[in-house]
């Protein structure tokens, strides 16, 4: 088998630009897969758009969620909330032939495999707090107070969970037990729109923001879970770092006002596995 696994997040569709870039993604042979980690668009019709539509041309695409996606966002015919809204995004994937949180792993067996390729739904818990912060209370009135808080406040709903911090947790021990279960002969990429480590992080404009982007209980999976690329997005700072001697890969196309300051036209598709032909 030839082809490679290809990776990328942060579509925004919504802007005409980066649905401009969206339509021109090809792959580069009939056996190459796409993961998509997150923030495709906030509205469902946008995100089973681009979705099919990467579909009918990659010969498999994997999705996992991002913040945007799990908004209730006043312009969306769909007004479903938290898990429910999850749910019915795991349906629109599920009849478009593309893989979820919810579905078992699929096994590359192209270039560099056999590996797991496991997308995630881990969401986060405010303990990337910023220096001088002891608690997550803390945190939030440092953010408010400097005017660093995410829209995902007033727009991601935690239903049925009491806050989004229950609901990480609940994700992190479901998912924690999904991995152990996996063939350890294996090797992995693991795949989350919130970076897995707290490191990428630190790099942020406003410290504060971190709060938003990640859990301090996945700090080792990469190593436990024998991976040997980690795909996530979320902050818009695409580029390739190394922690405990593992891959990172920040994949993010991010918004038009982003990439066209970088003067070149942005080529979202980022090789994890596999080589240029
Ligand atoms: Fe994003
Ligand atoms: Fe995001």
């Known amino acids: 088998m030839a082809g490679s696994l290809f990776a990328m997040s942060d579509l925004h569709v919504a802007y005409p630009q980066n649905r401009a ?3 021109r993604i090809e792959p580069e042979s009939d056996q190459d897969w796409l993961i998509v980690a997150g923030d495709v668009g906030e509205l469902f019709g946008d995100i089973e758009r681009t979705l099919r539509l990467l579909r009918s ?3 498999r695409v994997i999705w996992a969620p991002g913040n945007h996606e799990l908004w209730t966002h006043p312009r969306d015919p769909v007004q479903l909330r938290g898990e429910h809204r999850y749910r019915e995004l795991v349906r629109i994937c599920r009849d478009n032939d593309v893989l979820t949180p919810e579905d078992d792993y699929g096994v590359w067996s192209g270039p560099d495999g056999p590996v797991t390729v496991a997308p995630l739904f881990l969401l986060y818990d405010y303990s990337f707090r910023p220096p001088g912060t002891r608690t997550t209370q803390e945190a939030l009135q440092l953010a408010y107070e400097r005017g660093v808080v995410c829209a995902d406040e007033m727009m991601l709903h935690p239903d049925p969970y009491q806050d989004r911090q229950s609901w990480c947790r ?3 021990a479901e998912t924690e037990s999904r991995l152990a279960a996996t063939d350890p002969g294996l ?3 693991l795949v989350n729109h919130w970076p897995l480590v707290r490191q990428p992080t630190e790099v942020l404009w406003f410290p504060e923001f971190a709060q938003w982007c990640g859990t301090e209980r996945t700090a080792d999976w990469h190593v436990r879970f024998r991976a040997v690329a980690v795909v996530y997005g979320h902050l818009h700072i695409p580029r390739t770092t ?3 001697g593992v891959r990172f890969e920040e ?9 066209e300051r970088r003067g070149t036209k942005p080529d979202p598709l980022r090789r994890i596995l596999g080589t240029a032909p």
């Open 21 to 23: 870039v969206v339509d």
């Open 57 to 59: 041309r990659f010969s």
């Open 170 to 172: 609940a994700r992190v």
């Open 187 to 189: 090797p992995t990429v």
């Open 242 to 244: 190394s922690y405990d």
């Open 251 to 259: 994949v993010s196309l991010g918004y038009p006002r982003e990439w």
